[in-house]
């Protein structure tokens, strides 16, 4: 082990680094997979939610055009709201949540065109 002092915005660290050499390291376990980020697909961008909640007010629906920017929805999270933001531009093609819905994280909330 190698120990090593590292700064970080002003914050000293010491950290300890353990050197390999020569094996290969056997592959770790597979962790549990994230929730994949929304990203462009042939049917739909999917608009998911970031956290577990409560759904307060959903603001578009199906058909409607949209900016990005707009806030799609008010999700509650521990006392707090959270806007959920319109990505890009486009159309809403469906909403999939409804207000005073409790969502999990990666709930699909709706889906842009």
Do not use: F, H, W
Request: with cysteine; glycine share 8%.
């Amino acid at each position: 082990m190698k120990k090593y002092r590292v700064t970080v915005n002003g914050t000293v660290y010491e950290v300890e680094l353990e050197e390999i050499t020569g094996a290969v390291p056997a592959a770790p376990a597979a962790a549990p997979a994230a929730p994949a980020p929304a990203a462009p697909a042939g049917d739909g961008e999917k608009i998911t939610s970031p956290m577990p909640g409560t759904i307060l007010s959903v603001n578009v629906a199906p058909g409607q055009s949209v900016r990005k920017g707009d806030v799609l929805m008010v999700l509650e999270a521990m006392k707090m709201e959270n806007e959920i933001m319109c990505p890009r531009d486009g159309v809403v093609s469906s909403v999939q949540a409804a207000k005073g819905a409790a969502v999990e994280s990666g709930t699909l909330l709706c889906v842009l065109q």
